[in-house]
């Protein structure tokens, strides 16, 4: 069974910083694609960042370019999402999910919340 | 930025068939993805490359392409297809239309 465990949400200050982390288990890890995809509770999905199995090949929305930065460890079958120069429009839940074209499994969801 | 349009709602009755349309630019050379996402939960997805269903996803759901425009159907319409969904596609990184809330009355 596959699973997607997201942590490392949090309320966060204007400006500050935040990394989450998604653990993977139940499929090979180090060939699949990742992504982070994110909702403002009550709005639509906003995908936010993806990589390649390698983790040489990044992509990035224009809303987060140079303030987030996804990376991965296959030795820890983890994906990361470090978050700086936060915004109050950043605030939403942060979903981990696996590949970056049809994305067929998802985790839960770890809530950022950015405010004084 | 590349833009997919979604019709806020949907509603239809039991038994009948749901049309959830997706439109975009030159949308006939993309792969399109479709997703079910429930209140509260994670999304799903239910139609992956145009018109294929995962494992586990029924029969029932389809997935279709004409001109500028996408199109999930789901026939026989349950109470519990009622549900957001959102249409995607990669250009670089991924884009998802607005959602459509689905009503079944």
């Known amino acids: 069974e596959v699973q997607l465990l997201e942590s490392g949400g949090g309320l966060v200050q204007p400006g500050g910083s935040l990394r989450l982390s998604c653990v993977a288990s139940?499929?090979?890890?180090?060939?699949?694609?990742m992504s982070w995809v994110r909702q403002v509770p009550g709005e639509g999905l906003e995908w936010v960042s993806g990589?390649?199995?390698?983790?040489?090949?990044?992509h990035y929305a224009d809303s987060v370019k140079g303030r987030f930065t996804i990376s991965r460890d296959n030795s820890k079958n983890t994906v990361y999402l470090q978050m700086n120069s936060l915004r109050g429009d950043d605030t939403a839940v942060y979903f981990c999910?696996?590949?970056?074209?049809?994305?067929?499994?998802w985790g839960q969801g770890t809530l950022v919340t950015v405010s004084p | 930025s590349y833009v997919l349009t979604q019709p806020p709602s949907v509603s239809v009755a039991p038994g009948e068939a749901a049309r959830i349309t997706c439109g975009g630019n030159n949308i006939g050379s993309k792969n399109i993805h479709w997703y079910k996402q429930r209140p509260g939960q994670a999304p799903v997805l239910v139609i992956s490359?145009?018109?294929g269903r995962p494992s586990g996803i029924p029969e029932r759901f389809s997935g279709s392409k004409s001109g500028n425009t996408a199109t999930l159907t789901i026939s026989r319409v349950e109470a519990g297809d009622e549900a957001d969904y959102y249409c995607q596609v990669w250009v670089s990184g991924g884009v998802f239309g607005g959602g459509t809330k689905l009503t079944v009355l």
């Open positions: 490359y145009n018109n």
């Open positions: 139940g499929f090979n890890f180090l060939t699949y694609a």
């Open positions: 999910a696996k590949e970056w074209s049809a994305m067929d499994e």
């Open positions: 990589l390649d199995g390698s983790g040489d090949v990044t």
